[in-house]
């Protein structure tokens, strides 16, 4: 199982960026996928999820309304799209693959199982 992670780098604020995760070795269209990332000094958090076929989406609080996740099963694909980025988006961004996470779960379920090697987003000026 491998999920590569890419897409990161440094934006001002305001600014956008576009995450992608490349993943093999699983079945990733029966599998939900995740977006999590990790402040320093800060816990991990659940930012964004999409169910299998990618009608469903769950958003934390936090980057609803500036961020958007979608999938392409072809190409085996998650992508998230970050927009008017803020300081406090500061962060190592993973991808998550959790295959045994049902469809009424997605914004609550932990059960992710693969992780990738994270994408380091810096906002700042």
């Known amino acids: 199982v491998q999920l590569q992670a890419s897409g990161g780098g440094l934006v001002q604020p305001g600014g956008s960026l576009r995450l992608a995760c490349l993943a093999s070795?699983?079945?990733?269209?029966?599998?939900?996928m995740g977006w999590f990332r990790q402040a320093p000094g800060k816990e991990r958090e659940l930012i964004a999820s999409?169910?299998?076929?990618?009608?469903?989406?769950y958003y934390a609080d936090s980057v609803k309304g500036r961020f958007a996740i979608s999938r392409e099963n072809v190409k085996k694909t998650v992508y998230l799209q970050m927009n008017d980025l803020k300081p406090e988006d500061t962060a190592v961004y993973y991808c998550?693959?959790?295959?045994?996470?049902?469809?009424?779960?997605?914004?609550?379920?932990?059960?992710?199982?693969?992780w990738g090697q994270g994408t380091l987003v810096t906002v700042s000026s």
């Open positions: 998550a693959a959790g295959p045994r996470i049902i469809y009424s779960a997605i914004g609550t379920s932990k059960r992710y199982d693969y």
């Open positions: 070795g699983f079945t990733f269209s029966q599998t939900v």
């Open positions: 999409i169910w299998r076929s990618g009608t469903n989406t």
